[in-house]
């Protein structure tokens, strides 16, 4: 296949020719304008900006399954604390999360059942003890020899029935 897929994107398509309709333009910088970056799960029942009060340009944002603390978020991390105004970061994944209900092995063998893939060359970073794995990524972050000693760093875990943070205390 070549070119775009239109088709297959008709509705983003459509909804970004409704959301350009009205736009107003942004003066953001592209720094957090509110010191802040966040790391959060990719599923799309976290709206983080709502979760925690803010607005568009306030929040750095990394996501990615499980809300984990790889080496891609520390080298983002690295980036914006020392060029995008990040000086607190808030580890945040959620309750009823696939990556924390369900083994590498489990996860494995179901893409294996189901598509034929084996991704065991992959590793997916699941969990057992949600709250053990949120205390050692925030250690983690704090820990980095590259970020700055002063940088603030917390954890929470979002419920996503209640709406609730709930703190960890690290």
Do not use: W
Request: glycine residues 8%; proline residues 4%.
């Amino acid at each position: 296949m070549t070119g775009f897929p239109l088709d297959e994107f008709s509705d983003v398509l459509d909804g970004n020719r409704e959301y350009a309709a009205h736009y107003a333009g942004m003066s953001l910088t592209g720094r957090a304008l509110k010191g802040l970056a966040m790391v959060t799960c990719m599923d799309s029942r976290i709206a983080p900006l709502s979760v925690i009060g803010m607005a568009p340009g306030d929040v750095k944002i990394l996501r990615n399954a499980g809300a984990r603390v790889t080496d891609d978020v520390l080298r983002t991390l690295v980036l914006a604390t020392y060029l995008l105004g990040v000086n607190r970061v808030l580890v945040m994944p959620h309750t009823d999360c696939k990556m924390a209900s369900a083994s590498e092995a489990d996860i494995h063998d179901k893409i294996m059942a189901d598509f034929g893939v084996d991704t065991r060359s992959e590793e997916f970073r699941t969990v057992d003890d949600q709250l053990a794995a949120v205390k050692y990524d925030v250690i983690r972050i704090r820990s980095y020899p590259l970020l700055p000693k002063d940088l603030v760093v917390g954890g929470a875990i979002y419920d996503v029935k209640t709406g609730n943070l709930n703190i960890i205390d690290i």
